[in-house]
């Protein structure tokens, strides 16, 4: 404290750096006279050096956007080290798939290390960055984003990946002056699109702590990101017009939307401001009712819809997907989450419009945007979506859920009865339906609140009627027989002559049919009066039976149609109690 030391660089690009500090007075460094006074030096923290930026002099290199919170925090790649980090990348994967050595050393932050990147399950260098009781928060280092592992999901760094600094360069866009709360999902939907496998000219000039600000111009085309993502902030989400320009062969501006072009390289019809309408997930005009159809869905909490009128024009733009691409099309280099592409499903050989939704390197999952079902699909099978066909026709498959839809859950129900989704799958699959929306979707929910009108029932009310018939216990009528009524019967029970049973009427082999249905086994001990069905160890036959009442863990049942009763034991591993449709 208040001593004047000579600082020395030891150690530049570790982090932070290592210095040396020297006492002139007494002719010696701090380090060394630690050490002679018995104080060992700490251990040092194996750590990868940080990747060296040009000083803020007006020095400019080439960068490609790894990933992108925000445009206050883009992480760039050096194109330079391009060929250096796929080395690397190659001879990690290779290694670490057969050998994944533990973690041995002391976690502390800063610390490097490896693990498997949940979304792609290929392997990458990280860091720690967060220490909590039971996970780690860990940074990929070359590329930026962050995750949640274990510590046996951890495994130590060999030295000789701790050559090459990470790639990851963390930086802000200048003159980007935004609140969090304001910058919504589709901007950043439109901002990752945006920046997506493009090269920018960067020019640091300045710096905010470790965080770089920088000036990025596109090297193709000149443009200056910070204007397209104020262009982004003043639109609401919408992509500026000259990011999908095209060098495709120009047509004229009369001819169809949808026509024939040469499947290597299908062209666009010649439009000088074309507009990215990919607005995914679109919403609904409040209050207006519309026609529409379901085109995919989990059940009335998260169903996709086409609008009726829309129908025509988007079966003109499947046909022409299939006639263009019948041959194939032009395969993406990479896949990144969130790409809007052209995918052939595996299912039917379709070409469809499609949003990746991890960046899997073989077989990444794909939500079809004019539809809304998902799918694993080939990367082979994936293909560069045009500009016209982004432009031409709004995406299709609106995200809806009921308005009420909690209503549909029982008061003892976690979730949706199966019975309520297939009632609401029988009652829209293959119907027109007419539409209202209640509520729009936002960032945080991204479902339309709807009604849905069907045969001018509204379907809300229907399936409340349904959880209401399944959530009321069954119950059986009384066999009567009136005062001086005389009946044919069969003595099936006889205890005593005051207490014996009489089948009266019916056929019971009708009624011992229906309980070949009764295969599920009651999960919870059955209420008293309740029914449920009762198999017996000695007799392959099934009965309909009452619960007269609670013996500990047994159960004590009376077989309706026949007059006894039995005791039965009740466990987790029964076979006896059976749910009684």
Known sequence: TETTFTVK???????????????????????????????????????????????????TFEAKVCYADYPWRVYLQKVSHEDQLEALMNKLAEEYAHNQPPLTEDIKIGNACCAKYDDDGQYY???????KRSSYTVKYIDYGNTEEKSLSDLYSLNDEYLNLSAQAIECALKDININVSEWKGPMQEAFEMLVHEKTYNCQVVGREDEVYIVTLNEMKSGDSLTADVKKIMNSGGQLPSHSFTTNSPSRDSTAPAFSSAAPEQPAAPAQNNLELKIDWPPRLDRYNHQLAMVSWGEGPDNFFVNLV????????????????????GVQVGRVFRYMYILARSPADGFVYRAKTLNNDRNMPTVIYVDYGNEEDVPVSNIYELQPYLASVFPCQAIRCALSGVERLIGEDDVEMKPEIRKKFEELVSDQE??????????????HNQVEILFNGDNVLDI??????????????PLCEITTGSVVSGALVNISSPHDFWVQIGGSIT???????????????????????????????????ARVLGHDGDRVNVLCIDYGFAHLVGFSSNHLHLLLFP
């Open 463 to 476: 399936l409340e009627q349904e959880l209401a018939s399944l959530s009321a216990p069954p119950d059986v």
């Open 510 to 544: 009708d009624i011992m049919a229906g309980t070949k249905e009764c295969t599920t086994a009651l999960k919870d001990k059955p209420d008293i009066n309740s029914y449920c069905a009762l198999s017996l160890d000695d007799d392959s036959s099934v009965f309909r």
């Open 309 to 328: 009128d829309r129908e025509n024009k988007l079966e003109q733009l499947h046909d022409h997907l299939q006639e263009v691409y019948s041959n194939g």
């Open 9 to 59: 660089v030891a150690d530049p690009d570790a982090v932070p750096p290592h210095v040396e500090l020297f006492n002139a007075e007494k002719g010696m460094g701090l380090s060394n006279e630690l050490i002679s006074l018995g104080y060992a030096l700490p251990l040092k923290k194996k750590c990868v050096p940080m990747s060296q930026v040009p000083s803020i002099d007006g020095n």
């Open 433 to 446: 339906i007419k539409l209202k929306n209640i509520k729009q979707a936002t960032k945080e929910d991204p």
């Open 125 to 131: 260098r990280c860091a720690i960055e967060g220490i």
